[in-house]
């Protein structure tokens, strides 16, 4: 029997060029799910807006799976895509077996009324695979960090007020 490694993930951030709206951010989302089909590509993307200083920006992080060639290639074209600046490459590496095996790119954190989308919440992230070791839990941290970043603002507006 084999052990080996079967699937190659990778796990990057990165800032938005400009805020996306709920329509930019499906049709990102379809063109993501289309071409990582051809491709067996598998993962998650969110999507989140915070207060950063005196301004509010969009930041991604997104966890994509699959063969080591595509992954590579699909990585180098985000970088290119001029929606994405300040691309950082938080982990890469083989892993026995994906961690969204049905998931061609579903998730983000705008409502979106589409079959296929839903809006992140807590509740997501208490099974697994985020709640093992791995590269899922970048997510779970980027998403409860975010949250955070959110309550704290909300909690200084209300002192101010």
């Excluded at 993307?45 to 992954?71: C, H, N, S, V």
Aim: proline share 4%; net charge negative; hydrophobic share 40%.
């Amino acid at each position: 029997m084999n052990n080996s490694p079967t699937s190659y993930y990778l796990v990057y951030t990165s800032l938005a060029k400009t805020l996306m709206s709920s329509a930019a951010l499906l049709e990102l989302l379809q063109e993501s799910q289309a071409e990582n089909e051809k491709l067996a590509i598998t993962g998650m993307l969110i999507y989140m807006e915070t207060r950063f200083l005196d301004r509010l920006e969009g930041r991604f992080m997104q966890l994509i799976e699959g063969e080591k060639t595509a992954i590579v290639q699909l990585y180098e074209k985000i970088n290119r895509d001029p929606r994405h600046q300040q691309l950082i490459l938080l982990a890469s590496g083989e892993q026995k077996a994906p961690n969204f095996p049905r998931w061609s790119m579903s998730f983000i954190s705008k409502p979106i009324d589409q079959h296929g989308y839903r809006e992140l919440d807590m509740a997501l992230f208490e099974v697994e695979p985020f709640t093992v070791d791995g590269p899922a839990c970048f997510l779970k941290e980027f998403y409860q960090y975010n949250i955070h970043l959110r309550h704290e603002e909300l909690r200084r507006f209300e002192d101010a007020s």
